[in-house]
């Protein structure tokens, strides 16, 4: 079965000295995607996904690149490197916080306005959903979970905001225990979901296990070239 890791990166900053943790600098970023570019890789979009037939269309050496959050570092940094390299991207929107910051975590890092993310070109950049509010889906109630996504469609329906039905889960958070869980995939399902985003920090195989639990890797600011090779291949279970 093909290979597919998806990468998972957060803010991104000009700064060398600030790239540790969820903060990735722009110097680390290209020497990433110039690796990419440079070993073969194909990049795709998980709309890409839904429309291979078969095994055979799946490219030798695949790559999925997400981003959440949709800071405008992204828009800064990202968009020109991916321009730059041939490379596609996702990015997950927490749509309450459009054209605002980050107040989730108490920060102050300016999210990407509606205008903002209209301006993306939708054949490099690829929009998901991040939830409404960006609460742990673990510890909300099914009904809270419904009324999230209600917001999340009636956000997207006011601006017209071209969505791909992908979904990656705020903190990599979903109820695990087993009802819980099973239901958490039927409303999923319900509203037509085609693939949820945890972490797990594993290359998944295509077709996946289970399209609701997807695997991605947890690219550090701190991450070595070598140890983004490894982890592209291996998985950050390889350490």
Request: proline share 4%.
């Amino acid at each position: 079965m093909p290979k597919l890791p998806v990468l998972m990166y957060h803010s991104i900053s000009a700064n060398a000295n600030e790239s540790k943790g969820l903060t990735i600098s722009e110097r680390n970023l290209e020497a990433q995607f110039k690796f990419l570019k440079e070993n073969g890789y194909t990049s795709l979009h998980f709309s890409d996904l839904q429309n291979l037939k078969t095994s055979s269309d799946f490219p030798e050496k695949a790559v999925i690149i997400t981003f959440d959050d949709v800071y405008v570092n992204q828009l800064e940094y990202a968009y020109p490197l991916l321009q730059k390299y041939g490379l596609k991207a996702s990015f997950y929107i927490p749509f309450q916080y459009v054209g605002g910051v980050n107040t989730w975590d108490e920060g102050e890092e300016p999210i990407m306005s509606v205008e903002q993310l209209k301006s993306l070109d939708s054949k490099i950049i690829e929009l998901g959903l991040h939830s409404f509010e960006h609460k742990r889906y673990d510890v909300m109630t099914t009904q809270d979970i419904e009324f999230d996504f209600e917001k999340c469609i009636a956000f997207q329906d006011e601006h017209n905001l071209d969505l791909s039905n992908i979904l990656a889960y705020p903190y990599g958070k979903y109820p695990k225990k087993r009802n819980e869980k099973q239901h958490f995939f039927e409303l999923l399902n319900g509203y037509k979901v085609a693939y949820g985003l945890r972490i797990g920090n594993r290359v998944n195989t295509f077709p996946f296990k289970n399209n609701y639990e997807v695997q991605r890797l947890d690219i550090k600011g701190e991450d070595s070239l070598k140890s983004f090779e490894r982890k592209l291949k291996k998985g950050k279970a390889w350490f």
